[in-house]
């Protein structure tokens, strides 16, 4: 069982970006932080439900299929479910419609719960009020033997590899700037130690890094 | 004739080091910072004086002589240069002594001019209160169809940058997080127009990336 984060971030380490508008709710920049990703076929299948064996197959997939193998839990922000830019709606079920590609339960951090809810295809989301450590615990106790994801955003990621809670952390850097949002790295001086890197470069010019106990 | 940077930075994206002490001047994050540039044979040789073919040659190596190779001029700040160490010192002629790997006009950009030092193996260190195009103007006729370099710090760079003086960037940063210093890519937002962008990563675990024209 390992704990894990994956994420998509800047040559400038941004994990969001700031050009979001009301006609363009994720904004462009998004869109070139998560293209390499969003254009394999294994996020084709999995998110984007197109069974037509579209999209690339090379590095970026490879890493793409990991990031779903074997995660049995997931541990993630109010901001990434959300709850942020829908406080107000009781309804509001996620991003994702009624297939989430999680098909795992997801523990959503917030300081206001609410109640459970629950997809067809095992995508179950609670609400909790908890410590880094003790929503863990729960994910962990959830996964029973596999492996918890700590999603995102950067925010909530950041309090979990300061406590050396992350077993396998892999940031995808896509080479390009952003100038501006929510930085992974922050305040993580000598994190690399207790971890091996290893490093490669995509076909698409994305660099996949991974840390690893 | 190209105007050229390269910088080491950390994962993190600093190219400076916050733990220098008195007694250890450079500090122990610099030494992990350029551990892989400083153990090429090419650094060896030009920088150190070793002769004896001592030092790795691999693909940080390759990094390593193309940095040397036709540079015919070299802007730096007047911190790279020392000064904000030694303020007072008229005496200082730099951290390199009596052999500075450039073996070229060096501009030291600085608000306190100084007369030029001359050294036996054609490196001259001029001393100029200009802006960085007026800088480069000078730099790039000394040059005389060869490469500029803007050498460093990060601080020094930015300027260049951002004003789209600069044709070819290399970064080799290395796999760790340093928590802390001066960011080479701050207010940078899309720096990666009209460059191609392409990575490589060396036996050493350094990330190599280049954003030519």
């Known amino acids: 069982m390992a704990?894990?984060?994956?994420?998509?971030i800047s040559l400038d380490g941004f994990a969001t970006t700031t050009d979001q508008t009301p006609e363009n709710p994720f904004g462009e920049d998004w869109g070139r932080l998560t293209a390499a990703y969003v254009g394999t076929r294994t996020f084709r299948e999995r998110v984007l439900h197109d069974a037509s064996g579209a999209g690339s197959t090379g590095v970026d997939d490879r890493y793409a299929a990991a990031?779903?193998?074997?995660v049995a839990a997931e541990i993630m922000g109010a901001?990434?479910?959300?709850?942020?830019?829908?406080?107000?709606?009781?309804?509001?079920?996620?991003?994702?419609?009624?297939?989430p590609?999680?098909?795992v339960p997801v523990y959503v951090l917030?300081?206001?719960?609410?109640?459970?809810?629950?997809?067809?295809?095992?995508t179950v989301f609670h609400f909790l009020a908890e410590t880094p450590d003790a929503a863990l615990?729960?994910?962990?106790?959830?996964a029973a033997g596999g492996d918890v994801r700590i999603g995102g955003g950067p925010s909530t990621?950041?309090?979990?590899?300061r406590a050396g809670l992350v077993d396998r952390i892999h940031v995808a850097i896509?080479?390009?700037?952003?100038?501006?949002?929510?930085?992974?790295?922050?305040?993580?001086r000598g994190l690399e130690d207790g971890y091996t890197v290893t490093s490669e470069v995509a076909e698409s010019g994305t660099i996949h890094v991974t840390f690893a106990r």
């Open 110 to 122: 917030t300081h206001t719960p609410r109640d459970n809810i629950e997809f067809a295809n095992g």
């Open 79 to 99: 901001g990434m479910f959300g709850l942020h830019e829908h406080p107000d709606d009781p309804d509001w079920r996620g991003w994702w419609g009624e297939e």
């Open 137 to 142: 615990a729960r994910a962990t106790d959830a």
């Open 157 to 161: 990621i950041r309090p979990f590899l």
């Open 3 to 8: 704990v894990r984060v994956d994420l998509n």
């Open 174 to 188: 896509a080479p390009i700037l952003l100038g501006g949002g929510i930085r992974l790295w922050d305040e993580l």
């Open 101 to 103: 590609p999680f098909r």
């Open 67 to 70: 990031y779903f193998e074997g």
